[in-house]
């Protein structure tokens, strides 16, 4: 029996060689210094704030160098596949403005290096398994589970490494006869990798984010097919891909450089040129006095439904991220406020080698400026198309008062130092509630009077200032004149410096009176302009507000 009987018995149908597949995936044709990058998530969860750094990571150094963005379904777990996640993934990069120029989904296959779901692509990666075998760089191992995990229980014990590999590797030496025979027999196995490495030389691997490091050669026997499904491990699917799709450059999280070694030893069996790699900082968090890695469990905004949940822009979140991967972007934007991300000269050198502080009051800042450059519509069309998804009651009530929600939205919106009220969607309802006689009417929230405490004085001014002094059409130059006049009438200085020079001879000042008033009307002492909040409401409205003051 040779190596060959064994590949053959292993996989009788598979006719196919490597070569084949170096012909049917022959190098790109892209112009020099071109990226091919690929963002490559598991379907095992739903995306998350780290998934999301690599794929802008990966866009923008594909983008700006004329290269390849493709997404590939890495779902060889499939035990444990959550449904619904890959729906997730392509729906949040498509509403983060991230477009794939190859991919697969839901039967569409665009480029053509595909498959694009690793589990379809299981005869490519037998042929490469098939190839090990012949060559004698790969073997079927029958250890049971039990029993690895009792070396692995002995190795623990005895405080050496942990892993397969020398006198643990049982099957590694196993004659060919007898695994035939076994195979022959029905007896499970796997595969493993058959590594010539030596643990105690070293070899140097330059990582472009953090430079040249040294590491142990591999010589773990690692498994690289799976004897329940025969799909190959992530660590071999991973070589084949990345070498039949032509990526160039990998972004993944910190986490895999443990696995350099292993990769390192693979393509050098296959003789194949090893992508770039470029391996991401962990993403911290603030929590009180100390600061941790971001947690998928403890944290909420460790995944992206929190962003669409809570209505931030695409482009707040993208920004954010951005801003953490290089320390430079933020200095790039203030030069180049309008230009798309994806313009941005991403730096490997320039990312945080000690982890990336990711701060939810940095988003929010972010985001209300953003949200303060929009046109009123346009806000206006954002909010509704949020309320649609989350909030229902909010997106009729919103659709049934279109005009007065967009006159909101644009007070002190075009100006040179616009407002900034809102850093999200959903904390637009109840920073505008005030505005709509529905939930005015129904709401049992109490009046907080501040600077005038007694509500007969504040039903008082509201009064005679709406049915003596208040008319529509009165400029805002008129508006608050009548406003002083008003003061005036009622016992308050109509300046606030006559007030300080004498407040002895005044119940308070103009101030005092506008801020009864804005209470009076809104439930609020904070709100934009009072001057166009009351164009909006209407004298009427306002009228029966008051009343229900005096009721209350």
């Given at each position: 029996?040779?190596?060959?009987?064994?590949?053959?018995?292993?996989?009788?149908?598979?006719?196919?060689?490597?070569?084949?597949?170096?012909?049917?995936?022959?190098?790109?044709?892209?112009?020099?210094?071109?990226?091919?990058?690929?963002?490559?998530?598991?379907?095992?969860?739903?995306?998350?704030?780290?998934?999301?750094?690599?794929?802008?990571?990966?866009?923008?150094?594909?983008?700006?160098?004329?290269?390849?963005?493709?997404?590939?379904?890495?779902?060889?777990?499939?035990?444990?596949?959550?449904?619904?996640?890959?729906?997730?993934?392509?729906?949040?990069?498509?509403?983060?403005?991230?477009?794939?120029?190859?991919?697969?989904?839901?039967?569409?296959?665009?480029?053509?290096?595909?498959?694009?779901?690793?589990?379809?692509?299981?005869?490519?990666?037998?042929?490469?398994?098939?190839?090990?075998?012949?060559?004698?760089?790969?073997?079927?191992?029958?250890?049971?589970?039990?029993?690895?995990?009792?070396?692995?229980?002995?190795?623990?014990?005895?405080?050496?490494?942990?892993?397969?590999?020398?006198?643990?590797?049982?099957?590694?030496?196993?004659?060919?006869?007898?695994?035939?025979?076994?195979?022959?027999?029905?007896?499970?196995?796997?595969?493993?990798?058959k590594s010539s490495g030596d643990f105690d030389e070293k070899f140097v691997f330059e990582e472009l984010n953090k430079g040249k490091m040294e590491f142990p050669m591999n010589d773990l026997d690692f498994p690289i097919m799976k004897s329940e499904d025969l799909l190959p491990t992530y660590?071999?699917?991973?070589?084949?891909?990345?070498?039949?799709?032509?990526?160039?450059?990998?972004?993944?999280?910190?986490?895999?450089?443990?696995?350099?070694?292993?990769?390192?030893?693979?393509?050098?069996?296959?003789?194949?040129?090893?992508?770039?790699?470029?391996?991401?900082?962990?993403?911290?968090?603030?929590?009180?006095?100390?600061?941790?890695?971001?947690?998928?469990?403890?944290?909420?905004?460790?995944?992206?439904?929190?962003?669409?949940?809570?209505?931030?822009?695409?482009?707040?979140?993208?920004?954010?991220?951005?801003?953490?991967?290089?320390?430079?972007?933020?200095?790039?934007?203030?030069?180049?406020?309008?230009?798309?991300?994806?313009?941005?000269?991403?730096?490997?050198?320039?990312?945080?080698?000690?982890?990336?502080?990711?701060?939810?009051?940095?988003?929010?800042?972010?985001?209300?400026?953003?949200?303060?450059?929009?046109?009123?519509?346009?806000?206006?069309?954002?909010?509704?198309?949020?309320?649609?998804?989350?909030?229902?009651?909010?997106?009729?009530?919103?659709?049934?008062?279109?005009?007065?929600?967009?006159?909101?939205?644009?007070?002190?919106?075009?100006?040179?130092?616009?407002?900034?009220?809102?850093?999200?969607?959903?904390?637009?309802?109840?920073?505008?509630?005030?505005?709509?006689?529905?939930?005015?009417?129904?709401?049992?929230?109490?009046?907080?009077?501040?600077?005038?405490?007694?509500?007969?004085?504040?039903?008082?001014?509201?009064?005679?200032?709406?049915?003596?002094?208040?008319?529509?059409?009165?400029?805002?130059?008129?508006?608050?004149?009548?406003?002083?006049?008003?003061?005036?009438?009622?016992?308050?200085?109509?300046?606030?410096?006559?007030?300080?020079?004498?407040?002895?001879?005044?119940?308070?000042?103009?101030?005092?009176?506008?801020?009864?008033?804005?209470?009076?009307?809104?439930?609020?002492?904070?709100?934009?302009?009072?001057?166009?909040?009351?164009?909006?409401?209407?004298?009427?409205?306002?009228?029966?507000?008051?009343?229900?003051?005096?009721?209350?």
């Amino acid at each position: 029996m040779t190596t060959k009987d064994l590949a053959n018995l292993i996989f009788p149908n598979i006719t196919k060689t490597i070569e084949d597949y170096e012909k049917e995936y022959p190098e790109r044709d892209l112009k020099e210094g071109a990226k091919v990058v690929r963002f490559a998530p598991s379907p095992t969860g739903f995306m998350h704030i780290g998934n999301m750094m690599s794929a802008t990571i990966n866009y923008c150094l594909a983008k700006k160098s004329g290269g390849v963005f493709f997404v590939r379904n890495e779902d060889t777990d499939q035990a444990r596949t959550v449904e619904g996640a890959v729906d997730f993934i392509h729906n949040t990069l498509k509403h983060y403005g991230i477009y794939p120029d190859e991919y697969e989904y839901k039967g569409e296959v665009v480029g053509n290096y595909g498959p694009y779901i690793q589990s379809e692509r299981k005869e490519i990666y037998h042929a490469y398994v098939k190839h090990l075998i012949e060559i004698g760089k790969a073997y079927p191992c029958f250890m049971s589970k039990e029993e690895v995990d009792e070396i692995r229980e002995n190795q623990a014990q005895a405080k050496k490494r942990i892993g397969i590999y020398g006198r643990y590797a049982r099957c590694r030496n196993m004659s060919i006869d007898e695994a035939y025979e076994k195979i022959k027999n029905g007896d499970k196995f796997v595969i493993r990798f058959k590594s010539s490495g030596d643990f105690d030389e070293k070899f140097v691997f330059e990582e472009l984010n953090k430079g040249k490091m040294e590491f142990p050669m591999n010589d773990l026997d690692f498994p690289i097919m799976k004897s329940e499904d025969l799909l190959p491990t992530y660590h071999f699917a991973h070589l084949v891909d990345d070498h039949l799709m032509r990526t160039t450059h990998v972004v993944r999280g910190e986490e895999w450089i443990s696995s350099v070694p292993i990769h390192y030893e693979l393509f050098k069996t296959f003789g194949f040129e090893m992508p770039k790699y470029i391996h991401n900082s962990l993403i911290l968090k603030k929590d009180g006095d100390t600061i941790r890695k971001i947690s998928k469990r403890k944290d909420p905004e460790a995944l992206m439904f929190y962003y669409t949940e809570k209505g931030y822009p695409a482009s707040a979140v993208i920004e954010s991220v951005m801003t953490i991967a290089n320390s430079n972007y933020e200095e790039w934007r203030t030069q180049n406020p309008e230009a798309p991300f994806y313009e941005f000269d991403f730096n490997p050198k320039k990312m945080s080698s000690s982890g990336a502080l990711f701060d939810l009051d940095k988003l929010d800042n972010i985001s209300k400026n953003i949200i303060s450059k929009m046109k009123a519509k346009d806000l206006y069309e954002e909010i509704a198309k949020w309320a649609s998804e989350y909030d229902k009651e909010f997106e009729s009530l919103i659709r049934e008062n279109k005009d007065l929600v967009i006159g909101f939205l644009n007070i002190e919106r075009e100006q040179s130092k616009p407002r900034k009220d809102f850093a999200h969607y959903s904390e637009v309802k109840d920073k505008i509630w005030y505005m709509f006689n529905e939930l005015f009417d129904k709401s049992d929230k109490p009046y907080e009077f501040k600077t005038i405490d007694k509500k007969s004085d504040v039903y008082e001014l509201a009064s005679v200032y709406l049915n003596d002094f208040y008319r529509e059409e009165d400029d805002k130059d008129t508006w608050f004149s009548k406003i002083k006049s008003l003061s005036e009438r009622l016992g308050y200085a109509k300046e606030v410096k006559e007030y300080k020079e004498n407040p002895d001879n005044y119940k308070g000042h103009v101030g005092d009176v506008s801020t009864a008033l804005r209470i009076a009307i809104t439930k609020e002492s904070m709100t934009p302009d009072l001057y166009m909040i009351m164009k909006l409401l209407g004298k009427q409205e306002m009228l029966k507000r008051i009343e229900k003051l005096q009721k209350s």
